[in-house]
């Protein structure tokens, strides 16, 4: 009997973190590491360029935010639900309503979406289109309508471009760095006893698509947009705000799509979701963290993609149910 392939797709394997964290030390590859997140077609620059333009002509002013009014409460929540709608629904009808890849570059060999009483409407696709649209964009909206009201009112420290122009781009490139510490520490905290009945909703989805990656509870989503907590501590400028949570939402959604990236007559055009955190939804208790700063390296649940790796898991768990 043959042994079902375990990945459909595999990356370059064993699985590298940053260069930054290498030794001995590799500067140009860490500049290049770097540079590849950023400049040309990337999901950052992307993300940055779509902020911008929603802080320019799809938000509020500060003095419209002194006060709660419906109006520019419901002026955001609108654009992040149709953001959402186009990104995640663009690259569903890419990769799985039309299929345009097929299942080239695809990791798991199973088929998303799926359909079973484990998930809400007994569909992946309902189930998961539901959470992020009626838990997640509703929190990610009632967050950023805080910080708009805060920082208009004096409650969060503010600055500008003029003020402070050095600070005001590096907050831009602080904001995956604060994402690799954050989202490392809530994750490990959500993967508790005491947190995880809510994360499970997240882990239903062992085979994942561009709406799994926001698909949590509303407990989950409270600690994953929590990440703005960093504004009432240092100055920002409301496109941070928007920038930030855009990261978090939409980074969400590409790093879930199942696919190691968008590829267009034999040409990769923009990479996207992560081996690494592809083996986190399968064996759920590695990887919990990112490649940019190596938390699980540093604290034994990295999995890097080989046999060894998956060794090393089974022996860790192992010691953890004795």
């Known amino acids: 009997m043959t042994e079902r392939k375990e990945w459909n797709h595999e990356p370059t394997l064993p699985i590298a973190v940053s260069p930054l964290w290498q030794w001995p030390p590799k500067p140009l590859m860490a500049l290049k590491w770097y540079a590849d997140g950023w400049f040309f077609l990337t999901i950052n620059m992307a993300i940055l360029g779509l902020a911008c333009a929603s802080y320019l002509w799809a938000s509020p002013s500060l003095d419209q935010t002194l006060t709660f009014d419906f109006s520019w409460v419901l002026m955001i929540f609108a654009r992040n639900f149709i953001l959402l709608l186009c990104v995640a629904g ?21 088929p998303y979406p799926r359909n079973g009483r484990m998930f809400s409407f007994d569909a992946q696709i309902k189930d998961n289109m539901f959470w992020s ?9 009632g967050l950023e309508v805080l910080l708009w009201w805060a920082l208009a009112n004096g409650y969060a420290p503010t600055t500008s471009f003029s003020a402070t122009p050095i600070w005001f781009i590096a907050f831009f490139l602080l904001i995956p760095v604060w994402e690799s510490f954050y ?30 990656g926001l698909s949590m509870h509303p407990v989950e989503h409270l600690f994953y947009f929590g990440t703005v907590i960093i504004h009432f501590v240092l100055p920002t400028h409301p496109v941070h705000l928007i920038f930030h949570l855009m990261f978090y939402a939409l980074l969400a959604v590409t790093s879930h799509t199942g696919f190691e990236g968008l590829w267009f007559r034999n040409i990769k055009r923009v990479s996207l979701g992560t ?45 953890r149910k004795r």
Do not use: C
């Not at 938390?295 to 898991?313: A, I, N, Q, V, Y």
């Open 90 to 110: 663009g690259l569903h009808l890419w990769f799985y309503t039309y299929a345009k890849q097929g299942t080239d570059k695809k990791y798991d060999p199973r």
């Open 133 to 141: 649209l009626a838990s997640g964009v509703t929190i990610w909206s």
């Open 183 to 212: 989202f490392y520490w809530i994750h490990r905290l959500l993967h508790t006893n005491l947190f995880y009945r809510f994360h499970a909703l997240h882990h239903r989805n062992t085979d994942i698509g561009p709406w799994s």
């Open 275 to 319: 081996f690494h955190h592809q083996i986190h939804h399968r064996y759920f208790e590695v990887n919990y963290g990112n490649l940019d700063v190596p938390w699980d390296k540093l604290f034994g649940s990295f999995h890097d993609g080989t046999p060894d790796g998956k060794r090393r898991m089974k022996e860790r768990l192992k010691t």
